[in-house]
Every structure is written in structure tokens, then in C-alpha cells.
């Protein structure tokens, strides 16, 4: 587990300082991927970097499985930190290493013995799906497989909190899926806290449990991924969504948004809604998927002009949210409404 509390960096003194991350409070739980994604320069590696104790906080507490490394001495700390598995952006191998010589690193500096090493770096390569590529270096492996390498090299101390920087930035969509698969392994099987740091939104929605928004080294939303997705409000949950354009609206017809609130929408909805109205409905586009094993899902509609309240109602009594969407800039209507302000 880990645990945030009141966390606050600042750099440099006086009128000069900079304040990096501003009080700061969250926990991460055993088996938990807790995604923090955030505009750059918006404090997220600093975040990580604190979390591991390469940089001291100002104030505040960073506790990792109920020890807080804030209090500890550098000999503490530097036992703490075997603890705590990092995976950079940048894979941060040695290009004059084998694959399994990178994952042997974090052994050979505590003293391993030979066969010992030999044997842990081949069940981490193998956890990593990596075998066969032991005796490669770094420039003979694509990007996927250095970040898998640096993985094992991450897990091979037997961490129990995994912070993970920008893994999977700059990776195809297959290689970004598979270390995303390989990650939430990892994190069953080995009961892991995954500190997640990303800026694509696609692999927030794929790995995380639960997200935080930093801005400005401060957390403007956070919450579970699900919850997120299920509020109309949230503008994380937005921004989580899919963006795909929907048809376009068919003459006479108004658009709506359509969004499932809750875990017991009926799958017939639309059925159900057109019923409910006693009118046609046109489904422009939607997306229904699951997420961490619920359903969540909108959809934009195309309905014939209804007495105001009726579609918001009738949703609501089906676990959606409704609300009308203006007409797009140039339609029929969008110029008929222009044309009235204009007389008014
Ligand atoms: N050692 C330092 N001294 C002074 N300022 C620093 C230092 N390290 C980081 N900063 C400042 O802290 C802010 C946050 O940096 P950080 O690297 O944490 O951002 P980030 O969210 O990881 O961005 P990116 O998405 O680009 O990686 C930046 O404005 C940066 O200039
Ligand atoms: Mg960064």
C-alpha cells in the first residue's frame, strides 16, 4: 500500500521558489493500479520521485506498506527502496547488457550469489514472457520487450509497490496492450500497489482502477474509473471516454446524450426508451463496453422534439442520464435559432 498525505515539494528558496506539488493526498491499495495522468510539467514525475524517495519531500508524508520513508535514515531508506520496483519511459537498460544481465543488476548489488541470480533472472525473464531472448541486448529488442525486460528488472527485489512513469508512452497499440495485460498480472498474482503515470487516456481506461488529474502539482479530480465514467459531471470522466463522431441527425429531430449511471441499466434501454416515448428513436452512435467487470456505455440519439422533462425522465427511470445536445453549427436548426436572435 501506499499512502500520500499532505504532500508538498517545493524548489529553490524565497522569491525563487517553485511550488512542484502541493499538498497532495491519496492511497494506493494492495492490488491496486491507481493511474495519475496530468498536462506536462504538471508535476507527475516529481510525484513518482518522491513516492521512491530520490527526492525528499518538502512536507508531507510518503508511507509505503505502514513504514513512512520520510522519517527514515539513508541507510533505512536505501533498504526501504528495494521495496519499491520502478519502470521508466525511457527503459533505462544497459545497451552493453544482456537482457539478463540488466535484471541481474538490482541482485548482483545486493550480493546474490551466481546461481541464486541465475536462477531468479530466468523466472523473471520467463514472467515476462522473455526466455528466449536472454542473451539479446537492448538494440536487439523492440520497444515492448525492453520495457518487459525492464519489468523483471523492476520485480526483482520482490517489490511490493510498482511506480511506473510514461511505461508505455511511445509504444504501438499491441505492445501498449500487452505490458498492459502483463501489468495487471503482476498485480494479481503479486498483490502489487501500481503507481501509474501516463498522459494517454486509452491506457488509463485499460489499467487503472482508479485515476487522479494532477494540474499544477495539485489533484483536481480523482476517484474510480467506473464512478468516473457513470458521472455526468466529472470532467475526468469525459475525457475518458472514447472520442468518436456520431451521425448526424436526421431533419425534425433533436440529438441527445445518453450516459449509464449506474451498474443495472437493462440492456434493451433503447427499446425500452422508444417505448416509454411512444416514438421513434435513431441511435447516431454509442459505445457499451465493460470496465474492471461493469458496464458502462453512452450513446447519442436522434429523437423527435418531446415535451421538455419527458426524455430526461424516462432515461432516469432507466439508470441513464439524458440531457439534449445543442444542434451542430451550420444545421437547419442552428441557423433557424441564429435567424431568431438576430430578429430579437
Ligand atoms: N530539480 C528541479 N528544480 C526546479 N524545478 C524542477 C525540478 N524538477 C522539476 N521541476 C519543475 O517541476 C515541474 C514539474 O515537473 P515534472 O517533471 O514533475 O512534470 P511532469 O508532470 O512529469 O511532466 P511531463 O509530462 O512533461 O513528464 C516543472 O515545472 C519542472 O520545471
Ligand atoms: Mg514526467
Redesign the pocket.
Known sequence: MIGIERLTKT??HGAGT?V?LDGLDFTVGTGEIFAVV??????????AQCVNLLERPTSGSVTVNGVNLSRLTERQLRVARRRIGTIFQSDGLYSRRTAAQNVALPLEYLGVTAAESRNRVAELLDRVGLSSRASFYPHQLSGGQRQRVGIARALALRPSVLLSD?ATSGLDPDSTASIVELLKELRDDLDLSILF?T?EMDTVLQVADSVAR?ERGRIVESGRIVDLLRDPHSVLGRSLRPRRDAEAAPAGTERWFVGYTHSAVPADWLIRLAADLDSPIHLLGASIETVSGETVGHATLAVPALEPGRIEAAARALGLDARRLPAPAGSAPALAAAALERVA
Open positions: 524548489y529553490g517553485t512542484v496530468g498536462p506536462s510539467g504538471a508535476g507527475k514525475t516529481t510525484l510514461e503515470i498522459h494532477l
